[in-house]
Protein backbone atom coordinates (compact mmCIF):
# COMPACT_ATOMS: atom_id res chain seq x y z
CA UNK A 1 0.00 0.00 0.00
CA UNK A 2 1.08 3.16 -1.31
CA UNK A 3 1.58 6.22 1.12
CA UNK A 4 1.82 10.03 0.14
CA UNK A 5 3.22 12.74 1.92
CA UNK A 6 1.96 13.70 5.46
CA UNK A 7 -0.34 17.26 5.00
CA UNK A 8 -0.30 18.70 8.41
CA UNK A 9 -3.44 21.40 8.75
CA UNK A 10 -1.97 24.69 9.13
CA UNK A 11 1.34 23.78 8.25
CA UNK A 12 1.12 27.24 6.67
CA UNK A 13 -0.03 29.90 9.28
CA UNK A 14 -3.26 31.85 8.16
CA UNK A 15 -3.16 35.31 7.65
CA UNK A 16 -3.58 37.11 11.18
CA UNK A 17 -5.97 40.27 11.08
CA UNK A 18 -4.29 43.37 12.83
CA UNK A 19 -5.76 44.07 15.83
CA UNK A 20 -9.08 46.33 15.22
CA UNK A 21 -9.58 45.73 11.85
CA UNK A 22 -12.14 42.88 11.83
CA UNK A 23 -16.02 43.40 12.49
CA UNK A 24 -16.86 42.36 15.46
CA UNK A 25 -20.75 41.45 16.28
CA UNK A 26 -22.76 44.07 15.73
CA UNK A 27 -19.44 46.20 13.24
CA UNK A 28 -17.95 47.50 16.90
CA UNK A 29 -14.55 47.02 17.57
CA UNK A 30 -13.46 45.48 20.72
CA UNK A 31 -13.42 48.31 23.40
CA UNK A 32 -13.54 48.27 27.35
CA UNK A 33 -16.91 50.11 28.65
CA UNK A 34 -14.75 53.33 29.69
CA UNK A 35 -14.11 53.33 25.92
CA UNK A 36 -17.61 53.62 25.09
CA UNK A 37 -18.88 56.02 27.38
CA UNK A 38 -16.11 58.45 25.84
CA UNK A 39 -16.71 57.42 22.24
CA UNK A 40 -20.03 56.21 21.15
CA UNK A 41 -23.03 57.89 20.63
CA UNK A 42 -26.11 56.40 19.93
CA UNK A 43 -26.43 56.54 15.81
CA UNK A 44 -30.39 56.11 15.71
CA UNK A 45 -33.07 58.95 16.35
CA UNK A 46 -36.50 58.31 18.94
CA UNK A 47 -38.55 57.49 16.10
CA UNK A 48 -41.85 55.61 17.02
CA UNK A 49 -40.58 52.64 15.13
CA UNK A 50 -37.02 51.97 17.16
CA UNK A 51 -38.96 53.20 20.48
CA UNK A 52 -41.42 50.44 19.99
CA UNK A 53 -39.27 47.78 19.16
CA UNK A 54 -36.81 49.12 21.76
CA UNK A 55 -39.96 48.88 24.34
CA UNK A 56 -40.30 45.26 23.20
CA UNK A 57 -36.64 44.38 24.04
CA UNK A 58 -36.46 46.04 27.08
CA UNK A 59 -39.66 44.21 28.06
CA UNK A 60 -38.87 40.82 27.13
CA UNK A 61 -35.20 40.85 28.52
CA UNK A 62 -34.50 43.79 30.90
CA UNK A 63 -38.13 43.94 33.19
CA UNK A 64 -38.16 40.90 34.63
CA UNK A 65 -35.30 42.58 36.39
CA UNK A 66 -35.77 46.52 36.06
CA UNK A 67 -39.12 46.37 36.16
CA UNK A 68 -41.74 47.79 33.02
CA UNK A 69 -40.68 51.54 34.56
CA UNK A 70 -37.51 50.65 34.79
CA UNK A 71 -36.99 51.19 38.52
CA UNK A 72 -35.54 48.07 39.58
CA UNK A 73 -38.49 46.27 40.72
CA UNK A 74 -39.00 43.83 38.42
CA UNK A 75 -40.87 40.37 39.40
CA UNK A 76 -37.33 38.70 39.85
CA UNK A 77 -35.72 41.39 41.68
CA UNK A 78 -36.11 39.96 45.13
CA UNK A 79 -34.66 36.81 44.22
CA UNK A 80 -31.24 38.31 42.64
CA UNK A 81 -28.49 39.37 45.36
CA UNK A 82 -27.51 43.00 43.69
CA UNK A 83 -30.46 44.92 43.55
CA UNK A 84 -31.03 45.66 39.73
CA UNK A 85 -30.63 49.62 39.28
CA UNK A 86 -32.79 52.16 38.91
CA UNK A 87 -32.57 53.00 35.39
CA UNK A 88 -34.75 56.03 35.08
CA UNK A 89 -34.03 58.00 38.62
CA UNK A 90 -30.58 56.62 39.20
CA UNK A 91 -27.21 57.46 38.44
CA UNK A 92 -28.10 55.92 34.54
CA UNK A 93 -29.56 59.40 34.21
CA UNK A 94 -26.31 61.36 33.84
CA UNK A 95 -24.14 58.81 32.17
CA UNK A 96 -23.91 58.91 28.75
CA UNK A 97 -25.42 56.28 26.23
CA UNK A 98 -22.00 55.08 25.38
CA UNK A 99 -21.93 53.72 29.08
CA UNK A 100 -25.55 51.90 28.74
CA UNK A 101 -24.38 51.05 25.25
CA UNK A 102 -21.85 49.15 26.55
CA UNK A 103 -23.13 47.60 29.82
CA UNK A 104 -25.79 46.02 27.54
CA UNK A 105 -23.02 44.88 25.60
CA UNK A 106 -20.51 43.33 27.99
CA UNK A 107 -22.79 43.27 31.34
CA UNK A 108 -22.19 44.60 34.91
CA UNK A 109 -20.93 43.92 38.29
CA UNK A 110 -24.31 41.47 38.65
CA UNK A 111 -25.97 41.85 35.15
CA UNK A 112 -25.46 39.66 32.25
CA UNK A 113 -23.90 40.67 28.63
CA UNK A 114 -26.82 41.12 26.07
CA UNK A 115 -24.13 40.98 23.32
CA UNK A 116 -25.23 37.62 21.94
CA UNK A 117 -28.72 38.55 22.44
CA UNK A 118 -28.78 41.77 20.70
CA UNK A 119 -27.70 43.45 17.58
CA UNK A 120 -25.94 46.37 18.02
CA UNK A 121 -29.23 48.22 16.38
CA UNK A 122 -31.20 46.74 19.00
CA UNK A 123 -28.96 47.51 21.64
CA UNK A 124 -29.17 51.15 20.78
CA UNK A 125 -32.72 51.22 20.60
CA UNK A 126 -33.12 49.79 24.35
CA UNK A 127 -30.87 52.85 24.94
CA UNK A 128 -33.43 54.73 22.94
CA UNK A 129 -36.18 53.12 25.25
CA UNK A 130 -33.87 54.11 28.50
CA UNK A 131 -34.33 57.40 27.44
CA UNK A 132 -37.72 57.87 27.02
CA UNK A 133 -38.62 56.19 30.49
CA UNK A 134 -35.91 58.80 31.76
CA UNK A 135 -37.92 61.73 30.39
CA UNK A 136 -41.27 60.12 31.15
CA UNK A 137 -40.61 60.55 34.72
CA UNK A 138 -39.03 64.25 34.68
CA UNK A 139 -42.50 65.26 33.00
CA UNK A 140 -44.26 63.60 35.88
CA UNK A 141 -41.99 64.95 38.42
CA UNK A 142 -41.64 68.33 36.72
CA UNK A 143 -45.81 68.54 36.33
CA UNK A 144 -46.17 67.49 40.44
Known sequence: M????????LEVAPRVMPTGTMPVK????????????IK???????????LKHGKFLFMTDCAPCHGDNGRGTGPVAHLLRTKPADLV???????????I???IRDGGIAMPSY?????????WQVVLFVRHLQQQAAQKTASK
Open 2 to 9: YRGPAIQP
Open 26 to 37: GGLPPMSREEMT
Open 40 to 50: LKNPLQPTAPN
Open 89 to 99: MGLSKALPDGY
Open 101 to 103: YGT
Open 115 to 123: DDIMSSHER
